[in-house]
């Protein structure tokens, strides 16, 4: 005859002098719910901003927008799914979960851990459809198809062994573990070579070592979550054989929620600088360290010094004689300050040796990509990618 067990039983023996609490709420969770509800809160301000920019700024609205509100949804399914995991205890110690609450943990792992896996695969996805719209080949020929192979396909992978034979529901909690260590080492994979990707494009790019780091910073931003999840992999690693499953799971869901919102925050910052150069011109110089905003008239003093600039820029470039990858702009700045010709000549009625100026022009050169877009700035990298 089977024993029953009673659901009200511990699920492991509190220590002496403690009294077992079914139903109170722990620090643990009280830090999960701030964290989580701080890092989304500010996700969602980022998100909202970011379809702004799209829908008012530049008229359009790419897959990599997308993707982003997706993983927004994702992660917000996990955030909910987490709030009724801790009725079951979870974020509480063993001993203060009954043998009914742990049951019902054990159902809802399932359901946890496929929403906390698709969250960031999806913010990468739409890093990835961004990358597209910036250089079609960034790195080489169909690059950016493989990244995208190499980031979906372990995560159906682990949908599909977390519903099946890892599913914790029957009883293989090592499984689960295991799996967990292997998603969080493919994600740190995933990070880097998202990281490393844009990094051939930019060494290229025809602008200030300053204005290069800044863009290789706005594109790194989407993968920046790589420290969250390096934390959570050695975190994840020592807890793998640690009994206090409620409790330890909990304390790295910490760091997975970094990573969630985190990936949509440094998405949406990526793109925002069409933002920032409308309602914030002064932030966008500072970031950019552009002279001027784009698009807006220069004084004569920026224009002078941004003629100079492009001679010496041009001097030291390769003319290859390809009149479409080049494109000039003569705009006249006025007479010099110098004096009129006819006093310039000497009482002998003689020209003296000074070179007269009659005329100034300002000649601006900027280079120009195959597709048309302009690589002179990062404005001309992030606004106009947003325009495709």
Known sequence: MATTIDPLTPAAPA???????????SQLQLELLVVFGVTFGIATILLMLRLYTGLVLTKQLGWDAF??????LASLTF??????????????????????????YIELLKTMAITYIWPPTLAKVSLLFLYYRIDKHMGFRYCIPLAGFAVLAPTLIYTILFAGPCDPAKGDLQCL???????????????AMLIAMPIHMIANLNMAMRQKITLGCLLAFGSFVVVFSIIRAAFVHSFVSDADITHTQAYVAIWGCLELNFGIICNCLAVLKPFLTRHMPWLARRITGTSGTRGQPRSKSEQTTTAFSMAKQSSRSHWRGDPGNHSYQLHSVGKSLTPDPEQ???????????????????????????????????????????RR
């Open 177 to 191: 573990n295991k799996l967990a260590v292997s998603q969080a080492v493919t994600n740190i994979g995933t990070d």
């Open 67 to 72: 993707f982003v509100v997706l993983s927004w």
């Open 344 to 386: 310039q000549l000497s009482s002998t009625n003689k020209p003296t040796s000074r070179v007269i100026v009659t005329d100034e022009y300002f000649v601006d050169y900027s280079p120009k990509k195959p597709n048309g877009g302009d690589d002179s700035s990062t404005e001309g990298i992030l606004e106009d990618s947003t």
């Open 79 to 104: 955030f909910i799914v987490m709030v009724i995991a801790f009725q079951a205890g979870f974020g509480r110690h063993l001993y203060n979960v009954n043998v009914g609450q742990l049951a019902r």
């Open 15 to 25: 220590p002496a002098g403690v009294t077992a609490d079914f139903y109170s709420t």
